[in-house]
């Protein structure tokens, strides 16, 4: 039956599992998981992830009119699942993930060609219940044919001229116009996955930190957050505004390196030596408060590992000062440079209706009408205990994005000062019992939302962890964007969304 | 603000870079001007880098940004990051080689021109890190290529990648490459 419902109650008839927390998870059998399938096609539910398990297909769901979050899944017969891509095209890189990860097969599934396999590992289907053979060789990876008179193209990567994280642009251009950009990934590929099967939370917890460098405190507050729900355990108030602390440091860290190196990417180099001295602050700060400048491995299963101290307040409230004056300085001259907006404003247009179709979130998202953003929906503590709005940009070009980090620098920065003024005395740390279960967690990190998907043994170790990069859904819509814009915008382009290699790589 | 008054402002702070001679003997400005002498020497005044991230989560990248940046700036003791390794003396790597990347390191190392030298970046680099032990990955870059350097921690900081390259010209000063620890 195919009708306009809520997602939970097009699920309250299905079978839930006990011991999934904090959201539902319902199993159901092929013919649920095809009807779901149909009903997807007149929904707004978003695919918040897609992972397997074993012989598990698992998918997270957002129902949009209500905020309500579920998990289904689907056991495999003949290692095979239909395919979501056609109603979810967000799912396609996740499925082709699944089939080289696991040996599950998508059916329906258009596009055949491996993903993170590049045919180089000393096995295939890592994940699987029974893993495969070696690979014959390497994969030469047949890109999408592309016909037309005078048409050429340019292969750039997997090294890139800049220090940045390596990966594969196809661009097919007519003249100085991209007519198609296509990515190929995978290279940082590290088994994290595989790697984390049987680890105990401490270890694990190390790892999830090292997803995706920059973003190591929302990673690992995403994994504290699962581990804590699967074992029923609440972190005490205080790491909860430690954690939030930590996360809009990083969050600032980021947004400002970003807002300089667009403006570079435009020769703009006096932005990026503005932002480069601003970020500097904030790490140096970092280092004296936390005792890390990237803050790795203070946020732990449980709570938080350091605490700030009352020199350490003055020292914050003393950069947010500074970095309030001189951001909005900074925001100030861009608005002033003509010249520079005349590279960002229209180009790498990205339309929100396609963002919304992919479930964007992040800067990417919030630069073109998306206002996902897991600290409002589904929420989390501190934040739903702090005054702060999430801006919006509906442009959805260079020049959008740029601004949506402009004005959540100014968020981010009440929200320290906020979360100063008000943090709640006590412990910093609950140990975590030892026993078994299932957590989810939504993170939102610095380019968006981060899902941790994680289940215990009873001893207390990983079973499976699925960590699921706001960039999954961030990477197609570059190729999107930069469609019709010249070669010469690429890099404003790719730096406005700069997407996570790592984070997506795994 | 207008461009001329930020300018103009900066022009009478002065330089944001970090002055020293610091207590620290490991101090960003002494390690500076030793750099600079041996670089003089052994190569004219200039070293030149190429990075090749052989998936590193991008951690360390994070910190080779911060010394490019105007409070470490690298480039005032000669040494310089190159966008081609055919222009390159130096292969600054990082991560624990992912399979997946292992080739494009390869294929960076033979089109460096030599003398050449590899610096092994950040824990994963070293010995594959936490990472080590995965089906995905070399487990350090000993294993793919000759290192001449490693620079541990996780990731280094700025003063330990400056450092580093400091003990890297005490082996290009002795006239070869040379593995040390």
Partial sequence: MLGNMTLMEYLSGGRAVAGHRPWPRYVLDERGWLDLIQQLTVCDWTLLGLWADGNEVNAALRDEENAAIAVVSLGCQDRRFPSLAEVRPAAARLERSIRDLFGLIPEGLADSRPWLDHGRWPLSTPLAIVRGVPPMGPVVYPFLPVEGESLHQIAVGPVHAGVIEPGHFRFTCAGETVVRLEERLGYTHKGVESHMAGKTLAEAARLAGRISGDSTVAYAIAFARAAEAATGTEAPPRAHWMRALMAELERLANHILDFGAICNDAAFSFMLAQCTVLREQILAANALCFGHRLLMDKVIPGGVCVDVTREGTVTLRGLVKELRKRTRRLGNLYDDMPSLQDRTVGTGILHAALAHRFGAGGVVGRAASQAGDARKVPGYPPYDDLDFEVPVHPEGDVNARIWQRLDEIQVSLGLVEQILERMPGGPLHKPIPTRGGEGMALVEGFRGDILMWLRLSEVGRVVRCHPRDPSWFQWPLLEAAIEGNIVADFPLCNKSFNCSYSGVDL | ?181
Avoid at chain 2, 81 to 95: I, Y
Wanted: proline fraction near 8%; hydrophobic fraction near 45%; glycine fraction near 12%.
């Fill in chain 2, 1 to 181: 603000m207008s461009l001329a008054r930020l300018l103009f402002r900066e022009l009478l702070r002065g330089p944001r870079t970090i002055d020293g001679p610091l207590a620290d003997p490991l101090g960003i400005e002494q390690l500076g001007i030793a750099l600079g002498e041996r670089v003089r020497e052994r190569l004219g005044r200039s070293l030149r880098i190429r990075e090749v991230d052989a998936g590193s989560c991008n951690g360390c990248e994070l910190e080779i940004q911060a010394v490019n940046g105007p409070v470490y700036d690298l480039e005032r003791f000669g040494i310089q990051f190159v966008a081609s390794p055919r222009h390159a003396d130096v292969l600054l790597v990082t991560g624990p080689v992912s399979i997946n990347m292992s080739e494009a390191l390869l294929r960076t190392y033979v089109a460096t021109p030599s003398p050449k030298w590899v610096v092994a970046m950040g824990d994963c680099a070293v010995d594959g890190g936490c990472f080590a032990g995965s089906y995905a990955v070399l487990g350090g870059v000993h294993h793919a290529l000759p290192v001449d350097l490693t620079i541990p921690g996780c990731p280094p900081t700025p003063e330990k990648l400056l450092s580093g390259l400091l003990a890297l010209l005490d082996v290009a000063a002795e006239g070869g490459p040379a593995a040390i620890r």
